[in-house]
C-alpha cells in the first residue's frame, strides 16, 4: 500500500499547472461538435437523440464540458460511457440473407492514457 501510495502522490506532485489547464473542455468547444452531428441519430441503448443534445439550451453545452473535463483530468469514466452497440454490417456485395456474411461493427469510446 505504502508503495502505491508514494506513486500516487508523486504523479501529483508532477501535475503541473499547464497539464491541469489543458484538460479543459470548453462549452464553445462542446458546442461545436455537437453543431457538427447528424439529427435523429440514437446511441441504441438508453434511447438518448442526437435532437436532445442539438435543441438543448447552451446551458448543456456547459454541463457537458464540466463533464468531459473531470473524465480528462481524473482519467476515470462514468459506467454509462462503457456500453456500446454492435451492429450488423454486410462483406461486400455478397448474399445478405446468410448471416456468415456479416461482421459487428462497434463503435465505442474510451480515453487512453
Not at 435543441?55 to 456500453?83: E, K, R
Request: with cysteine.
Amino acid at each position: 500500500m505504502d508503495k502505491i501510495k508514494q506513486h500516487i502522490q508523486s504523479r501529483i506532485a508532477n501535475t503541473s499547472a499547464i497539464d491541469t489547464l489543458s484538460a479543459n473542455i470548453s462549452a464553445v468547444e462542446v458546442g461545436t461538435c455537437v453543431a457538427m452531428l447528424k439529427c435523429h441519430k440514437n446511441d441504441g441503448g438508453t434511447g438518448l437523440n442526437i435532437n436532445h443534445f442539438k435543441y438543448a439550451s447552451t446551458d448543456l453545452h456547459y454541463h457537458v464540458a464540466l463533464l468531459l473535463s473531470a473524465v480528462v483530468c481524473h482519467g476515470s469514466v462514468p459506467n454509462d460511457f462503457l456500453l456500446c452497440t454492435t451492429i450488423p454490417m454486410p462483406k461486400g456485395y455478397t448474399n445478405r440473407a446468410i448471416s456468415d456474411n456479416y461482421h459487428g461493427s462497434t463503435l465505442i469510446w474510451y480515453l487512453v492514457d
